[in-house]
């Protein structure tokens, strides 16, 4: 089993950036694909990026192609979320996920293990 935390979410003004972290501990970091998703009021919580075990693929949302980069350092066991130019819509719950020897998929039902969230409000 592995236990995930993100963090570095918060209140930001549109057009700002943040990094969002989600370290993970339990198990060998490098065995699981990681994403992250985001869940904003009232509605399901939608794919937004994901990268492969080694991180040399990535995957986006086209919502998030262009402002949003996944990475992910595994000495580290950390995945990251840049947001850049942030907009009032990016306002959500954003969520890091882990799948067991998966690849960078963009199926909630192929992760397994979630973290409990990190809040991003992005004002107008």
């Known amino acids: 089993q592995v236990q995930l935390v993100e963090s570095g979410g918060g209140l930001v003004q549109a057009g700002g950036s943040l990094r969002l972290s989600c370290a993970a501990s339990?198990?060998?970091?490098?065995?699981?694909?990681m994403g992250w998703f985001r869940q904003a009021p009232g509605k399901e919580r939608d794919f937004v990026a994901a990268?492969?075990?080694?991180?040399?693929?990535?995957n986006y949302a086209d919502s998030a192609k262009g402002r949003f980069t996944i990475s992910r350092d595994n000495a580290k066991n950390t995945v990251y979320l840049q947001i850049n130019s942030l907009k009032p819509e990016d306002t959500a719950v954003y969520y890091c996920?882990?799948?067991?020897?998966?690849?960078?998929?963009?199926?909630?039902?192929?992760?397994?293990?979630w973290g409990q969230g990190t809040q991003v409000t992005v004002s107008s």
């Open positions: 996920a882990a799948a067991f020897l998966g690849s960078n998929s963009e199926r909630r039902s192929n992760y397994r293990y």
């Open positions: 339990g198990r060998t970091f490098s065995d699981y694909a």
């Open positions: 990268i492969n075990r080694s991180g040399r693929t990535t």
